[in-house]
């Protein structure tokens, strides 16, 4: 296979289908690997770019196949759908990715580093706690309304349900329910706090999250959570292509020279763009201890437009600030 230049791979769990190309674009090879097949064949090919979608286990074959020499691309599913041929089959989707990966203009996605996905997974699981947290909570108070006893909206069902229940006759079996999810909702604050002291011995090690703590709002979570999807920043033509693809931007429809700007757009990460928002939020409550360029300029938003509109712009401006202090390795300086 000395003539392949392009490998575009369908991945999956425990097959793989390849579509090999020369440097014209006409098909070479066809074939389903399984995985240690899949390694031993790219082992043995020249040199090649090897692309596929950005997907589960995506990243490890990018690290993996790297280091046997080849040029790695990640696309996203979304920008390979366009190039699938009438009826669909792994074959056909390998060959959709070799024609998405050709195109000059083709955006692909920068491979994470095996620190980049550990912190992720635990950003992931720190995420589902806090909400089976809250839903414990929220059970609660369910459960006690239904029986007449309405609290007040927060924790406050778990400081003050040993009393509820000696102050009510609740059945005996609804008394050991609300006492097992009680000890549910201890075991989780204590899984969260076990997850929080890890994140803050890794941002401790991580110079990037560091410089990110200096940007007024930005917390511990969101630094790492931003270190670990931007990486370096350098997959990131400019800190407005950045914003775009982070926080809310108008949705464009435009035609015939007209700009059509739609409603906001809700595409990218969404749990990044809720905490920047809350960054922003912070910022805004806290303005007056905030001095600076930044909090003059959320001073003169405020006097002209709602908080909420404001909200959603500082946003925007500190998914800016975010990539400039990442890609050009800088501290936030008011």
């Known amino acids: 296979m000395q003539n392949v230049a392009l490998i575009g791979i369908d991945l999956g769990k425990h097959s793989f289908h390849i579509h090999c190309q020369d440097k014209q674009g006409n098909p070479l090879l066809r074939k389903k690997f399984s995985r240690t097949q899949l390694i031993h064949f790219l ?28 040029q790695v691309k990640l696309i996203s ?3 390979v759908r366009p190039f699938v041929k009438s009826n669909k089959n792994d074959f056909i989707d390998a060959e959709a990715i070799c024609e998405a990966a050709s195109r000059p203009s083709m955006r692909f996605v920068t491979p994470r580093t095996e620190d980049q996905q550990a912190m992720a997974a635990l950003h992931r699981v720190r995420d589902s706690l806090i909400r089976e947290r809250v839903k ?20 406050t069902v778990i400081r003050r349900l040993a009393a ?11 008394a050991r329910l609300l006492n097992r999810l009680h000890s549910h909702y201890v075991y989780l604050s204590g899984e969260i706090g076990e997850v929080d002291k890890e994140l803050k011995n ?13 940007i007024p709002g930005v917390g511990p979570v969101t630094a790492s959570l931003l270190a670990t999807r931007q ?3 350098k997959n990131y033509a400019s800190s407005r ?24 757009s809700k595409r990218g990460d969404k749990n990044l763009r809720r905490l920047l928002v809350q960054c922003a939020r912070v910022f805004m409550q806290r303005l007056e201890h905030n001095p600076g360029r930044l909090a003059e300029w959320v001073k003169r938003q405020l006097a002209s437009h709602h908080s909420n ?26």
Not at 43 to 70: D, N, Q, W, Y
Not at 241 to 258: E, I, L, M, W
């Open 43 to 70: 082992a043995t090919c020249t040199p090649s770019t090897v692309a596929f979608e950005s997907c589960a286990g995506a990243h490890f074959m990018a690290r993996t196949i790297g280091k046997l020499g080849h």
């Open 136 to 155: 414990t909570t929220n059970q609660i108070h369910a459960f006690l309304l239904e029986f007449g006893v309405s609290l007040p909206r927060g924790i």
């Open 202 to 214: 890794h941002l401790a090690e991580d110079e990037t999250a560091q410089r990110l703590l200096t």
């Open 309 to 334: 509109v404001v909200a959603c712009a500082l946003a925007n401006k500190l998914a800016r600030i975010v990539w400039a202090v990442t890609a050009h390795q800088a501290v936030f300086s008011k």
């Open 77 to 79: 599913p979304q920008f």
């Open 241 to 264: 292509d950045f914003a775009a693809s982070t926080v809310r931007v108008p949705r464009q429809y435009s035609t015939g020279g007209k700009t059509t700007l739609m409603g906001i």
């Open 164 to 174: 509820v229940l000696e102050e009510n006759d609740f059945p005996a079996y609804l």
């Open 231 to 233: 990486g370096d920043g």
